[in-house]
RNA sequence: GGGGGGAUACCAAAGUGGCCAACUGGGACAGACUGUAAAUCUGUUGUCUUCGGACUUCGCAGGUUCGAAUCCUGCUCCCCCCA
């Protein structure tokens, strides 16, 4: 069994993955036998978003190592607010959100670790776990007597989290807040006396909450537990990676669409793809350093940036959801729209472009650009639209239609009931043809 | 309580009787360039139009005038100074 572990350390530390290790050894530590490693997760939404995804990809690369994972959604502790890094106390969400939360955010984990018994993993299949089960089973007094006995206060008010929120006047830290750690610390006690987790993984900024969790296991049980903290997703001017306008980048299709997903991923700048290909793709190291050499020699390819979206999309939406994504962004960035033999096809290309409706027999008589562009919401006023054509920036089925007397007919529909019509470079509505 | 200043289009800000749909800057929107980037350059930026114009807009309501964003009266709101 424990014959096939690959030097999963080597990997992560050639990706550039270890930020911290609480020991020297913890490389051969993982080959010496399967482990069973754990990476906790804040219910505060029905979805994960890509500032999870960095810690989920380590819980796949432990289990594809040969390791066990197990993916810890914190039911308990989210409904409490993890002070780090957060410069203020925040609000308590509802118990009834949280279950909520915890059972979408189940599903998509099921994505990406393989919870089946048949799991090839050599440590068994991975495990999904919720700390309100058996955090809420404690009375505050047996916490006190036999947690809380365990955790100097001295020790935790030196660690960074609490220490930037105490030393602040003007927001200072909730009792509740402060108790955060203790309660995360325990899942990493529970974890190992119930499923013999040796190891929590997490971002650089849990660190001053794993290295608490180790000191109570010590306390606690005797046991010598191990840490791991990865760098954080940052892109090169030190904004978060996965920051859109409209807000977080999902991984729930319904939140965030698999083409504005691919789109996020195939924009990003060239001083940050070589660090997402390391950090969230399983690409091999050779292929790296080739995609890291095209970079340098031919950007305008942005091979990189194709190859990682490609990667992540169908990794997060399926083999299907890529294929569609992939002509879609043919048609948004290519030439003309030939013609569609159903609505079905076209519908599911455009499926984020906002329609309208308009009746067939307006159609058939002939309707000037001007007012379809109208109707279609793309301008507010005919004189807009005339406008718009006049700079040139009205496209029926991406053909550039140059004059203002243009009559859009039954001649232009892309399929049987839907005309596309476009403003600009990438502002795309449908009519719909309705009786 | 007294004195002074102000309110203009998405924002900022000119304009103080006709040449004002209103300078200019930002933003936004198009186009060119480009790597689906950044920067740059060009154009547009009240509504409608049979492309001749027509209509509505400069805090609100009235008034003077052939004609008002511009002058007068009242109202509302904002800012500053003195007490």
């Known amino acids: 069994m424990s014959g096939n572990l690959q030097d999963i350390f080597a990997d992560l530390q050639w990706r550039q993955l270890v930020y911290q290790a609480t020991s020297e050894r913890l490389g051969a530590w993982l080959l010496e036998r399967p482990r069973t490693v754990y990476a906790g997760f804040d219910p505060t939404s029905d979805s994960l978003h890509v500032g999870h995804l960095l810690p989920l990809m380590l819980l796949r690369r432990y289990q594809k190592a040969g390791h066990r994972p197990i993916a810890l959604v914190g039911g308990a502790t989210g409904s409490i607010g993890d002070p780090s890094g957060k ?11 949280i279950e909520a939360n915890v059972v979408a955010i189940r599903g998509q984990m099921a994505q990406l670790l393989d919870f089946s018994p048949t799991a090839a993993s050599a440590a068994g299949p991975a495990i999904l776990v919720n700390n309100y089960d058996w955090i809420s089973r404690f009375s505050y007094l047996d916490f006190l007597r036999d947690v809380g006995k365990n955790v100097p206060v001295n020790v935790m008010i030196s660690k960074d989290s609490v220490k930037n929120r105490l030393e602040n006047p003007d927001v200072g830290i909730s009792y509740t807040e402060f108790s955060y750690m ?15 987790c040796e190891l929590q993984l997490g971002g650089s900024d849990q660190w001053g909450n794993v290295t608490a969790g180790i000191d109570l296991a010590r306390r ?6 191990f840490g791991m903290t990865c760098p954080l997703l940052t892109k090169s001017d030190g904004s978060k990676m996965g920051k859109t306008e409209g807000g977080a980048l999902w991984l729930d299709a319904k939140k965030t669409s698999p083409y504005q997903f691919y789109q996020y991923w195939r924009n990003v700048a060239d001083e940050d793809a070589g660090k997402c290909l390391r950090f969230l793709t399983e690409l091999s190291h050779e292929e790296i350093d080739h995609l890291d050499h095209c970079r340098q020699t031919e950007p305008e390819r942005a091979v990189s940036q194709i190859r990682l979206a490609e990667w992540l999309t169908e990794l997060i939406h399926g083999r299907g ?7 879609a962004t043919e048609i948004f960035f290519g030439g003309e729209i030939g013609k569609f033999a159903s609505d079905a096809d076209l519908n599911q290309i455009f499926a984020e472009v906002p329609s309208s409706q308009i009746e067939a027999a307006r159609l058939a008589a002939g309707l000037s650009i001007t007012d379809a562009l109208v109707e279609a919401k793309l301008t507010k006023s ?3 639209a005339r406008r718009v054509v006049a700079e040139g920036g009205a496209y029926v089925n991406n053909r550039r239609i140059e004059s203002e007397s243009y009559q859009v007919t039954t001649a232009d529909l892309a399929s049987p009931t839907m005309l596309v019509l476009r403003r600009g470079k990438k502002n795309y509505a449908l009519l719909r043809l309705v009786e």
């Open 182 to 196: 203790l309660l995360q610390a325990y899942d990493f006690v529970h974890l190992n006396r119930t499923y013999g």
């Open 321 to 327: 959801a890529l294929d569609l994504v992939r002509q």
């Open 382 to 384: 005919k004189g807009e």
């Open 220 to 225: 606690m049980a005797g046991a010598e537990v």
């Open 87 to 97: 410069s203020q106390e925040r609000n308590l969400q509802s118990l009834e959100q």
